[in-house]
């Protein structure tokens, strides 16, 4: 699950990129009759005067997109699935959600081979070198000669495009689940994706899509990785009992 937000207190200028992205989801799940988006809403947690809660609020204000803030009494009421500390809030974006990102690939990538692309599978790109007038595809077995060239590399892109290396940093983030007390609690119809600042541990989770499971991952947890081909799987103990510290102070049904 990939965290679909409108909240990027940084970044307003993405805002138009954003709804237009919510456009684009729905038609690829109109033509492929696959469910991709789902806007289950968003809640930002946090000091009403924090960076967190006030950058969010401020972009929201600025874009014009729904939004409520919700005080201690409205969120234990609407969500009681969150534990908050005295003076919190809640600020919830109604149009945010997530987005199945294995599904999403699978069906974009079936939509354009019907569309008259050709998919190259388990063709690694090894580089890509533009010119002027067309750009050349290097892969392991051949070169590719077009026009454009599109890239969604994720972690790979600072090594496929060197002039971006020095605006991208790699950080792995670990991931982790944990059991739902009340599983009914956290269905996407009654618990919107969230991000919770809890004593300086900045939590982002979901609701759960398989009736038992929650899954959070906390900045605590985050790494610094030199290349994306050097992830070291092994996770150590305290980054885990980090993401837990948060998680009992923070959750009230997990």
């Known amino acids: 699950r990939v965290l679909f937000r409108s909240l990027r207190a940084a970044e307003p200028e993405m805002m138009p990129v954003l709804a237009r992205a919510v456009g684009l989801w729905r038609e690829l799940e109109d033509e492929t009759g696959q469910r991709l988006l789902t806007q289950a809403g968003g809640l930002t947690i946090g000091a009403p005067d924090g960076d967190l809660v006030r950058g969010a609020l401020d972009t929201m204000r600025q ?26 809030v809640g600020l919830l974006d109604r149009e945010a959600g997530f987005v199945r990102p294995e599904f999403a690939v699978l069906a974009a990538a079936h939509r354009a081979g019907e569309l ?7 063709t690694p790109v090894l ?40 605006l991208i940093a790699l950080r792995r983030i670990v991931l ?19 991000v919770h600042l809890v004593d300086g541990l900045d939590l982002a989770g979901f609701p759960s899509l398989d009736g038992g499971s929650v899954k959070v991952a906390a900045s605590a947890s985050d790494s610094p990785l ?21 998680v009992e102070i923070g959750r009230a049904h997990v």
């Open 63 to 88: 874009s014009g997109r729904p939004y409520e803030v919700l005080d201690a009494g409205a969120m234990a009421r609407r969500f009681p699935q969150h534990r908050l500390a005295p003076g919190e």
């Open 226 to 246: 030199a290349a994306a081909g050097q992830l070291d799987p092994r996770v150590a103990p305290e980054q885990i009992e980090a993401v837990s510290a948060g």
């Open 116 to 122: 008259g692309a050709q998919v190259l599978e388990r």
């Open 127 to 166: 580089r890509i070198e533009p010119a002027a007038g067309s750009v050349t595809v290097v892969t392991a077995d051949r070169c590719y000669r077009v026009g454009q060239v599109v890239v969604a590399a994720g972690p790979w892109t600072a090594e496929l495009l060197p002039r971006l290396a020095g």
């Open 176 to 194: 982790t689940w944990y059991m739902a007390a009340d599983p009914a609690q956290w269905t996407p119809e009654r618990c919107p994706v969230f």
